[in-house]
């Protein structure tokens, strides 16, 4: 299976870019996502003509918009960096996902701290120029900060999504846009859209249902736009249990009476908290390796993403 590519700020990778000629390496980017992204890295302060080290910025509020200063003086460099992101951005659209440095005026995504025009603090809910940019530019990419990454379930979702994502730019975007195509990635994606949005998924069969009414590539765009959403969504335990038990129907004929008490029980253990969810997950799969049901497997919900990066673990 090829590798992933997607976006990263060049410091998480272990490069001393930052302004005091530091970095901020993520082991986790670099010793276990880098086995299936191919990382990109970007260090929008050192591109934009920065160098390292350099003074310290930080994003100033003006009657005209926010600008990068200097913290300490008035140099201004958000012209360097507007050139640099309107150069840079057109490049980006074959990522599949972007990791970003938190708390950074350039690349943080959120909760940046936006100062007045004497240089104090007024606000806490800014973001970075270039992770603005970015969000704009391609809004429904999946996109996280690196300390986010840490929680497990941020962790699993952004993953979720950008294998979703990838699929999606692999199979239907594009000249691969076929009404086939956009009708066997929404049969690909069943099961987890039920388990992130009951609601979506009920609007996108019969989004689909009549694909004549439309120009396919509206429908398209209006599709992922929805499918993205409800994968952004946080699934819930018993969001996930029902999806488990939709799944189960399918297997009736495989599972003994015996089998499919255990497999109940190990639902509802992990629907009280009390197991994570690969231990019910595994039991579905053993089951239908076992009496294969063509419907079942091409479902991604079974295995969003290899299993060697452990998600399902920890949540």
């Known amino acids: 299976m090829s590798q992933i590519p997607v976006g990263i700020s060049t410091c998480l990778l272990g ?3 930052r302004h005091d000629g530091g970095h901020k390496h993520s082991r986790y980017c670099t010793q276990v996502l880098s086995k299936h992204f191919e990382f990109r890295s970007i260090c929008p302060e050192l591109e934009a003509g920065l160098g390292v080290p350099r003074p310290a910025i930080h994003l100033r509020e003006y009657d005209d918009g926010l600008r990068l200063i200097e913290s300490k003086g008035t140099a201004d460099h958000t012209e360097a960096m507007n050139t640099f992101i309107e150069r840079i951005m057109p490049s980006l659209s074959d990522l599949r996902g972007y990791i ?3 708390k950074s005026p350039s690349c943080g995504m959120e909760r940046i701290k936006v100062h007045n ?20 530019a391609y809004p429904l990419m999946p996109v996280e900060e690196e300390g986010r990454l840490h929680d497990d379930m941020l962790r699993e979702n952004f993953i979720e999504r950008v294998f979703a994502y990838d699929d999606w730019m692999q199979n239907v975007a594009g000249d691969n846009l076929t009404p086939k195509a956009l009708i066997e990635f929404h ?14 998924y009920r609007q996108l069969g019969p989004l689909l249902s009549d694909l004549k009414s439309s120009p396919l590539e509206d429908t398209a765009d209006q599709y992922l736009q929805l499918f993205m959403d409800a994968m952004s969504q946080k699934v819930s335990r018993g969001s996930h249990t029902n999806a488990m038990q939709h799944l189960m129907g399918y297997l009736r004929d495989s599972l003994g009476d015996e089998e ?6 190990q639902m509802e253990a992990y629907r ?3 197991v ?8 579905l799969r053993m089951a239908q390796r076992r009496e294969p049901v063509d419907y079942l497997n091409v479902q991604q919900y079974l295995t969003p993403y290899p299993d060697e990066l452990g998600l399902r673990n920890k949540v």
């Open 15 to 17: 490069k001393e870019v």
């Open 276 to 283: 994570p969810l690969v231990v019910p997950m595994t039991l």
């Open 187 to 200: 049969t690909r994606h069943k099961f987890q859209l039920l388990a992130h949005s009951e609601k979506i």
């Open 117 to 136: 025009e004497e240089g104090r603090v007024t606000r806490r809910d800014g973001r970075g120029l270039f992770a603005e940019a970015l969000m704009k």
């Open 260 to 265: 499919r008490k255990v497999l109940i029980e």
């Open 100 to 102: 970003l440095m938190a």
């Open 272 to 274: 009280r908290g009390e």
